[in-house]
């Protein structure tokens, strides 16, 4: 057990729906001086409260926190009130980062997640939970998707049930359901099974909990080194599978890197990147509308919804995406490097350049612009040949040629 400091902060969560405290806390709350919650937990504190002063939480966190610090060490007894395990996607992380580990103390209740499992009777250890509060993407959402089988979803006022229906319904999930719990431990409680579709216009309560279930695994297992016929593409448009595999290895995609395909044809690599960017963001960029379908359906039928797919011409169709760690440029790159300029000004410092190409004259381009702005870069030539049976027995046939150039952007002068 660690020593606590003297007057540390305790943080006490409050059962969800009865909002009552965990036993053993009524002394600490009758002990409060000043008492830190949001409006509604501040509305229901115990009675033992009798607090000097509150503080509301209510917008960014930064700024409160260094207001009990300041109270803190003003001598004053700080008491925050949090929702069920304040350490389970709560307030008790951040205080701990800004206090540390030994001027916070914690009293957990029930989270929400174990009443809600306990509802459906799942062992919530088998659940992925994703938050999208605050978030204005559901990237965790999806990501968790292409991995985990049910994922409970905290939302926020802006991500409603609703919200993320129409989310999944768009990207194009059609093998799922959802689970809205409502009102857990209070009046009103409610567990409604659902299809996305009717969820995308009905009215939720403000507590609520979302799981989503996948209703059917993937037709393709999501892995490095999916085979080419795997993939719905144009014959010939595809990165195959021997080359694929050297240049995600040259690429080397971090699990929370935002990594770009530029020219992405059928999506391959980007649908293998996603696999290893679990915590990132992955972008297809495809100009053909026909290819891009093709994106599309490869990420349904493998479940590879990290991949977002973006139809248009580059680089105009870069403007807002966001900065990436990892570009990878398998087609796109044209007569000029207008492309691969824009790619090389938007990655950020210490991040790297992949591309692949089949002409010389491609190769030399690419290899003047890095040399050019003092990159460091270097260059291997793969040729792979494929055993094709021929009079009962095989041959190897051998595919193109291919260059593949990698590239780090150096970081800024001190």
């Known amino acids: 057990m660690f020593d606590k400091t003297n007057n540390p902060v305790h943080v006490v969560g409050l059962r969800p729906g009865a909002l009552t405290p965990p036993a053993g806390a009524e002394d600490v709350l009758a002990r409060a001086q000043v008492l830190v919650a949001g409006r509604r937990l501040l509305d229901a504190a115990p009675r033992v409260c009798r607090p000097e002063r509150s503080i509301a939480v209510a917008g960014p966190l930064g ?7 300041r109270e803190r060490a003003a001598g004053r007894f700080v008491v925050v009130l949090a929702d069920g395990d304040p350490l389970f996607f709560g307030l008790g992380k951040r205080l701990i ?29 088998d659940v992925r ?53 409502e009102n857990l431990g209070g009046p009103g409680e409610t567990a409604r099974r659902m299809r996305m579709e009717e969820a995308w216009d009905l009215p939720f309560s403000d507590l609520n909990l979302v799981m989503v279930e996948r209703t059917a695994p993937p037709e393709i297992p999501l892995m490095l080194g999916i085979p080419d016929h795997y993939y719905f593409h144009e014959k010939g448009l595809i990165t195959k599978l021997s080359v694929r ?3 995600l290895a040259m690429l080397g995609v ?9 020219g992405a044809g059928c999506g391959s690599v980007a649908i293998e990147a996603s696999h290893l960017a679990a915590e990132g963001r992955v972008f297809a960029i495809e100009r053909e509308p026909r290819r891009a379908a093709m994106i599309r359906e490869n990420v349904r039928r493998i479940g590879a919804w990290l991949v977002e797919t973006v139809q248009g011409e580059m680089p105009d169709s870069l403007a807002k995406l966001p900065d990436p760690d990892r570009v990878f440029i398998g087609g796109g790159l044209g007569r000029d490097t207008r492309n691969l300029a824009v790619a090389c000004h938007r990655i950020k410092p210490g991040g790297r350049v992949v591309a692949h190409a089949i002409l010389l004259d491609t190769l030399m381009r690419v290899k003047d ?19 094709d049976r021929l009079a009962g027995d095989f041959r190897l046939r051998a595919q193109n040629p291919v260059f593949i150039v990698w590239a780090d952007k150096p970081a800024p002068a001190q």
Not at 112 to 122: E, I, K, N, S, V
Not at 131 to 156: M, N, Q, Y
Not at 254 to 262: A, F, I, L
Request: proline content about 6%.
């Open 97 to 125: 980062e800004a206090l540390g580990a030994e001027a916070v103390v914690v009293h957990p209740n029930l989270c929400t997640l174990q009443m809600a499992a306990a509802r459906m009777g799942l062992p919530w250890h």
């Open 245 to 247: 595999a050297a240049g």
């Open 63 to 69: 700024p409160i926190l260094e207001e009990i610090g």
């Open 369 to 387: 612009y890095f040399q050019t702005r003092n990159w460091n870069f270097g260059v291997t030539q793969l040729q792979a040949s494929q055993a």
């Open 129 to 181: 939970v994703v938050s999208l509060h605050g978030r204005k993407d559901f990237t965790p959402l999806f990501a968790a998707l292409a991995r985990f089988e049910r994922i409970a979803v905290f939302t926020d006022p802006e991500n409603t049930p609703a919200t993320i229906a129409q989310a999944l319904l768009e990207r194009g999930v059609v093998d799922a359901q959802l689970i809205v719990l």
């Open 254 to 262: 971090m699990p929370d890197s935002v990594v770009w395909d530029m």
